[in-house]
């Protein structure tokens, strides 16, 4: 399945195609942004028999959307429309810079940040499918046995503690919730969780201490990055709970 990456601005808009294989993103064209631009973005979806849209997400230094989100997100919404075609919002930042430095000033640039968006998207996925390959999961005697791991292994595995600093449903969805959590670190992380059945008012979760898996590959669930994984407990008859300290612990305290 081929993707198409887009990086999108308001005078040119940069065009990159993967491969049929998914795995390398490639500059293709460089767009004006004028009347026709939907219309030539959804002739090449068609033409090049594209399987999902990715599109560069442009935040700024502190996180929060630059103005060009409105337009971003008016073209991601008619082309899901139109296309029927999965669209995701890839995080990117200052992929334009970053094409430059590789390529100098030259003309295709626009097109080569789209291809630096494409790529960030493409290694994600990849990470993502080689974690489902190596969380494998055997049947034995009618019960799910996970494969026995080194103490070395379980060494790898980083958790802290982290205060939710707010909660929110994701639209469209009926389990997920975007998490912002503070690990006392220099930015505050997103992490996506599927607990949203057992929260429906889910401020209930804002100001909560819990346990985190910190060091896992970033991934993206439903156009969402997620940079952690919560820890809870569930029950087959429908008991469920997080994991939280019992005592003060700061925020950011690794579990030994």
Do not use: W
């Not at 939907?38 to 399987?51: A, E, F, M």
């Not at 430095?101 to 789209?114: H, K, L, N, P, W």
């Not at 985190?212 to 008991?239: C, H, W, Y």
């Amino acid at each position: 399945m081929r993707f198409l990456g887009i990086d999108y601005g308001t005078k040119r808009v940069g065009i990159a195609i993967s491969d049929d294989d998914g795995k390398i993103a490639f500059p293709n064209d460089t767009l004006q942004n004028g009347r026709n631009l939907n219309d030539k973005i959804i002739k090449l979806c068609k033409d090049r028999d594209i399987g999902t849209v990715v599109i560069g997400e442009s935040n700024n230094f502190q996180g929060k959307e630059n103005p060009i989100m409105g337009e971003v997100k008016k073209l991601a919404e008619f082309l899901k429309s139109e296309t029927k075609l999965p669209v995701i919002m890839e995080p990117e930042f200052l992929t334009s810079a970053q094409a430059s430095r590789i390529q100098g000033e030259v003309e295709g640039i626009d097109a080569s940040a789209a291809a630096i968006i494409l790529q960030s998207y493409l290694e994600k996925m990849k990470n993502v499918k080689i974690k489902m390959e190596n969380d494998n999961v055997k049947l034995k005697n009618g019960k799910n046995i996970k494969d026995r791991i080194s103490y070395e292994n379980f060494t790898k595995v980083e958790m802290k503690v982290g205060k939710i600093l707010t909660a929110e449903k994701i639209p469209e969805t009926d389990k997920l919730l975007k998490l912002s959590v503070d690990f006392g670190e220099e930015k505050v992380r997103q992490i996506v969780s599927g607990i949203s059945l057992y929260f429906p008012d889910p401020s209930v979760l804002v100001g909560r201490n819990c346990l985190f898996v910190t060091n896992l590959e970033p991934r993206v669930i439903r156009g969402q990055e997620s940079n952690g994984m919560i820890l809870a407990l569930s029950t087959e008859d429908g008991k469920f709970s997080l994991l939280e300290p019992n005592k003060d612990i700061p925020i950011g305290t690794k579990v030994k």
